[in-house]
């Protein structure tokens, strides 16, 4: 199998390539073409939650595919709105909510919610990505982290942020080889031992975040191998490796100097 590095790699070295591959998958092509030719007819919420295939895809969009069950909690977050700062939305600590409902702000815009560019190709635009680290992630879940913190990175501003994100926390943690029960420690300490090892602006910096990237996709590569044993044939004629670990991870890690 292809390591983690090397599969996230080859995905984001081309990542509209990666996309348009995810496109033309026969079930998210029928699904985007019926989200595309209906979504504006939509003029209420309860005839955009009213319609199954509608509303799933919005919410997987958003990564809340697994909320979709949960129709009345989303109808008050939409009916509240994103203006109150004591809306339902601005009382949520996940920000997916908060940016679903002012995608879909129909406490603001009414029948015309819909109309808006975001509602149209902007979220055709997320659901790609969506299901490209999903697809990603049921080979390799490394891959999907990665994918996943890199589409983040642009919008953090602070450690307490990262840590509020059980997977942009579980990366930065495999990054600098910190345990799982290092999630146990008080939230102030976690933030002070992490800004002596990340400065988050720095990850705005393109170079830096790839960098930082290759590191975690490399230490997931040793803590949770690809590969988990060697047939003596590749032991003589393939790539070296030493305890699962192939040679150019080894390499990269070495490199890396964050």
């Known amino acids: 199998m292809v390591s983690t590095y090397t599969s996230y790699l080859t995905i984001t070295r081309d990542i509209d390539l990666s996309l348009e591959r995810v496109e033309s998958q026969p079930f998210v092509q029928r699904e985007t073409e019926y989200y595309l030719e209906n979504i504006e007819n939509v003029k209420s919420i309860d005839e955009f939650v009213g319609d199954r295939r509608l509303f799933n895809y919005a919410m997987k969009a958003f990564g809340l595919e697994d ?8 109808v ?5 709105g994103v203006e109150d700062s004591e809306s339902f939305a601005n009382t ?20 015309t ?3 808006f560019d975001r509602t149209r ?7 790609l990505r969506q299901t490209l680290e999903q697809d990603a992630g049921e080979t390799n879940e490394g891959v999907r982290l990665a994918l996943y913190f890199e589409r ?4 953090l501003t602070s450690m307490y942020g990262v840590l509020a994100d059980t997977a942009l926390a579980k990366v930065v943690r495999t990054s ?5 029960s290092f999630a146990l420690l008080d939230i102030d300490k976690q933030v002070e031992i992490l800004e002596k090892k990340l400065d988050i602006e720095d990850l705005e910096d393109p170079e830096v975040l790839s960098k930082f990237l290759t590191r975690f996709t490399s230490l997931w590569e040793i803590e949770n191998p690809t590969t988990s044993s060697v047939s003596n044939l590749s032991v003589l004629f393939g790539q070296p490796t030493e305890f699962g670990i192939s040679t150019d991870v ?9």
């Not at 600590?93 to 603001?108: G, H, I, L, P, V």
């Open 121 to 127: 190709q902007g979220t055709v635009d997320k659901y």
């Open 76 to 80: 008050k977050l939409l009916e509240e």
């Open 92 to 111: 949520l600590s996940d920000q997916r909510y908060k940016d679903f409902a002012e995608t879909f702000d129909f406490a603001r815009y009414g029948e």
């Open 152 to 155: 983040k990175a642009p919008d």
């Open 176 to 180: 600098f080889g910190l345990p799982d």
């Open 113 to 115: 919610a819909t109309v």
């Open 67 to 74: 909320m979709a069950y949960a129709k009345a909690f989303m």
């Open 250 to 258: 080894l390499l990269t890690i070495q490199q890396l100097k964050f």
